[in-house]
Structure formats: structure tokens, C-alpha cells
């Protein structure tokens, strides 16, 4: 499914790890650039990181998917460039129309945590943490699931990410988590 050539093209890149800087820089640029654009303009978001803090990766897909409902006439375009994992993964499934480069990959693996530094943690406080990766394992999962175009149930999903599965481009297509495998495109 090609789209029309926009009429004004925005194109962002996140290369880098996400974290709460990333969502507030990133967030703030994508927003204001989004109040600019209309019609047949289109957003593109370039991808390329080993993901991040969970927390701020399910805010800028907030950000991304708020954005689709506040202007549908919009096209928010992401694009999978090298190495998308992680909590990058539904950052790129948070466009409305998502492309493959050819030699890329996506990785779906489990939520992790970093323990507190030079401290023990109380019963109490692992089983708040365990509690909480539950809650944010749950949110991607849905994600993944409802972006994949009916094409993945929530146990297929779940499956994936216990093995950590590398999926490359043309499997990434197949199952409906992108739409196409493509190039950059040139703003």
C-alpha cells in the first residue's frame, strides 16, 4: 500500500536510548510539528535504538497514538531503521502506516528492571516491582497485539517475547506489524 506523496514532510529521528529526556524533547518537537502540519502532510518518525526506560517509551507512543486521533487527515509514518527492541517496538508500531528497511530487525523480548544501587530490597518492595513489570508486560503486550492487525493474539505475543525473538523484515511484514519493507523516505 503506497501512500500519495505528502504535501509537507516532518521527519524525526530517535537513535538513541529512551528516557524521560528523550520523551520531553522528542514529545515537545513532535507535537509542535504536528500543529503545523495538515491535510495530506505527513509526520515520519525514524527508529533505530535497543529501547529504554518502559515509562517514557509507552509516553511518546502516547504522544504518538494522541496525535493520530487529534489529526486523522495526518499520516504518521514510522519507519524500523537497523535495530528496533525493546520499548522502541511500540513506538514504531504507534504509526499509522509503518515501514521495514530491508536489513532490519525488530526484537521483542520481557521487561526488565534495574535494582537499586549498593541497597537490599525488602520482600515488600520486590513483589511491588514484579507487580509493576506485570502491569507494563501486560500494556506492550496489548500493544504489540492490537498493532499487528489482527494477526497475533495476546498468547502469540506473550510467546515471543519469553523466547526474546528477533524478527526480521520480511517476517516483521507477514505479521502485520509493519506494512511495507521500504527505504528512509527523503523529506
Not at 514532510?9 to 502540519?37: C, R, S, Y
Request: with cysteine; proline share 4%; glycine share 10%.
Amino acid at each position: 500500500m503506497k501512500k500519495d506523496r505528502p504535501a509537507i514532510q516532518k521527519v524525526f529521528w530517535i537513535a538513541e536510548g529512551v528516557n524521560n529526556e528523550t520523551l520531553g524533547d522528542f514529545g515537545k518537537g513532535v507535537v509542535l510539528a504536528a500543529g503545523q502540519l495538515s491535510g495530506k502532510d505527513q509526520l515520519t518518525i525514524v527508529l533505530h535504538s535497543s529501547g529504554g526506560d518502559v515509562y517514557a517509551g509507552l509516553g511518546i507512543y502516547d504522544v504518538l497514538r494522541s496525535i493520530v486521533e487529534a489529526k486523522p487527515d495526518l499520516l504518521l509514518r514510522t519507519v524500523a531503521v537497523g535495530y528496533v527492541a525493546s520499548i522502541m517496538v511500540p513506538i514504531f508500531l504507534a504509526g499509522e502506516y509503518r515501514v521495514i528497511t530491508p536489513n532490519s530487525s525488530l526484537k521483542l523480548h520481557e521487561l526488565a528492571t534495574h535494582f537499586k544501587q549498593g541497597g537490599c530490597w525488602s520482600l515488600t518492595e520486590c513483589q511491588a516491582e514484579v507487580s509493576d513489570l506485570d502491569y507494563l508486560q501486560e500494556q506492550y503486550i496489548r500493544i504489540v497485539t492490537e498493532r499487528s492487525d489482527g494477526k497475533l493474539n495476546e498468547r502469540q505475543v506473550l510467546d515471543m517475547i519469553r523466547k526474546s525473538t528477533m524478527l526480521p523484515a520480511e517476517r516483521v511484514v507477514t505479521l502485520g506489524l509493519a506494512h511495507e519493507i521500504g527505504p528512509i523516505p527523503l523529506a
